[in-house]
């Protein structure tokens, strides 16, 4: 059976590439509302087979699908956690991103609004100081949201790794990103995601893009958990998380009764 991987990677090899450039001049959306959902490789080949003559993907030296860790961080208490397993309509995510295909790192802090819409602030940020946050990085996040209390009590708590490949359409200015083999790391524990299923998340100014009108006609519906939800989760059996065991089912085979995972092994 052909992997999630093997095919995500053959289907983007069949459209046209544009450049990182490209993307943010035709679809920056640091301000957005996002979708996400869990498909199979087949609904994900039709969704390409529908709207594939709108689309293009990032093309990067000739590589099409990236490999990415988000580091997340949080509170003693998990108040970012909480806020979305409690289902804040305004809560937050404060996170380093790496690309390990070159090495660059940002810090990002990610609002949800009270419209439902989410919006990314982000910096350069070193590599080696990825897991902490150093004081300029402090600095950045109490700006950002405003609760120097709250900032001072982040640590670091979960890592996730996956790969991406993220395809524009080229006529409504939006984006689809399409992740497989995620991966987390946390605590002495790990999990690794379904290697059949894609995370599909679209991206877009307004209510719904094309794709999200494809995906509904393909029978999916949106999600609501984020990967950091996911791997908190999954990582700590103690946390709630009701509201999401259809797709931590679906991506990680996850039961509510079964055992803690196993030593984590370093992130890939």
């Not at 998990?78 to 660059?104: I, N, P, V």
């Not at 987390?184 to 893009?209: D, M, N, P």
Request: proline letters at 4%; one cysteine or more.
């Amino acid at each position: 059976m052909t992997s999630a991987r093997e095919g995500l990677a053959h289907i983007v090899e069949q459209l046209p590439g544009i450049s990182l450039d490209e993307v943010t001049a035709r679809a920056d959306l640091q301000v957005r509302v996002d979708h996400k959902y869990i498909v199979t490789l087949g609904v994900f080949e039709r969704l390409v087979a529908a709207i594939g003559h709108r689309l293009a993907v990032l093309d990067i030296d000739q590589l099409r699908v990236f490999q990415y860790e988000s580091i997340y961080f949080d509170t003693g208490s998990l108040a970012a956690y909480r806020q979305h397993a409690h289902g804040r309509r305004r809560r937050f995510k404060l996170r380093t991103r790496t690309y390990l295909d070159s090495g660059e790192c940002l810090l990002e802090v990610k609002l949800q609004s009270g419209r439902g819409e989410t919006v990314k602030k982000r910096m350069p940020y070193a590599l080696e100081h990825r897991h902490v946050l150093t004081p300029a990085a402090r600095h950045f996040a109490v700006e950002h949201l405003g609760d120097a209390e709250v900032v001072a009590e982040l640590t670091e708590v979960v890592t996730s790794a996956y790969r991406r490949a993220t395809l524009v359409d080229l006529t409504g200015g939006s984006r689809v990103t399409c992740d497989v083999d995620l991966y987390f790391a946390g605590g002495g524990r790990e999990r690794q995601g379904s290697t059949q299923t894609v995370l599909i998340e679209s991206k877009t100014v307004g209510a719904a893009a094309l794709a999200d009108a494809v995906l509904w006609q393909l029978g999916q519906r949106p999600i609501a958990v984020s990967k950091y939800c996911a791997g908190m989760a999954l990582l700590r059996p103690e946390l709630p998380a009701n509201r999401w065991n259809r797709e931590l089912r679906t991506l990680f085979g996850w039961e509510p009764d079964r055992a803690a995972p196993g030593p984590a092994r370093p992130v890939r």
